[in-house]
């Protein structure tokens, strides 16, 4: 069964609001890796947490392997924000990383 | 230079033909993937080489081949196009020590006709 499930699937925010994504594990993960898919359909790195929260301008990931999720928080967003967000995690010794399903995040004025 | 690079970008192919993908990386990284992406699914891991060692997952064993004649350099090849091949495909790239990020390249984007 999935290991990553990811949610919402889709999220729509006002210019300036924020809020959270999540991805719940079904086992221990070692780490994750948030990436937002740019317009050309590539995957750019956000943050890679193997504990703890990292923080960079208007995004802040939070990764807890012992309760088994991480989550990406967007404040004050904005309308380049717009994209689908991807979480990726492995377990311990795994090479495999498992991705989420994503997020498809619309920022409207 | 932390990028991964990938060519060609767009791809036309014809079905029954074969494709071959070709990505890069001058980080020295152990491991290199191939990912196929189609709209709204996730990335789909179909192989990985970790140094020498290629690991191809079960359900597309048979259909996609690699090769990675040194650290740098790492090719998907598809034998013979379906219908079904046509998606973006990503090629990500992992050191072996220290934060243990993967980097992706631009993607190639397939068509098959």
């Known amino acids: 069964g999935d290991q990553v499930e990811q949610s919402p699937s889709a999220l729509s925010l006002h210019e300036g609001t924020g809020s959270a994504l999540r991805c719940n594990f079904t086992?221990?993960?070692?780490?994750v890796q948030w990436f937002r898919k740019n317009s050309r359909g590539s995957l750019i790195n956000l943050f890679y947490?193997?504990?703890g929260t990292k923080e960079n301008g208007r995004l802040k990931s939070a990764f807890d392997s012992k309760e088994r999720y991480s989550t990406l928080h967007i404040r004050d967003a904005q309308l380049e924000d717009s994209g689908t967000y991807f979480c990726?995690?492995?377990?311990?010794?795994?090479?495999?990383?498992?991705f989420g399903k994503g997020t498809s995040l619309v920022v409207h004025p | 230079d932390t990028t991964v690079k990938q060519n060609p970008r767009y791809k036309l192919a014809r079905v029954g033909k074969p494709v071959n993908l070709i990505c890069s990386q001058t980080?020295?990284?152990?491991?290199m993937y191939w990912y196929q992406k189609k709209p709204n699914q996730a990335p789909k891991l179909l192989l990985f080489?970790?140094?020498?060692?290629?690991?191809r997952e079960a359900d597309t064993f048979e259909k996609f081949q690699s090769s990675r004649p040194n650290n740098s350099f790492c090719s998907l090849y598809i034998g013979s196009a379906g219908l079904e091949y046509s998606a973006m495909y990503l090629c990500?790239?992992?050191?072996?020590?220290?934060?243990?990020?993967?980097?992706f390249g631009p993607g190639t984007r397939l068509l098959v006709l």
């Open positions: 980080m020295n990284h152990d491991t």
């Open positions: 990500a790239s992992r050191p072996g020590t220290g934060e243990d990020t993967q980097y």
């Open positions: 990726a995690a492995r377990s311990g010794g795994n090479y495999k990383p498992t």
């Open positions: 080489y970790y140094d020498k060692i290629l690991n």
């Open positions: 086992t221990t993960m070692r780490a």
């Open positions: 947490l193997a504990s």
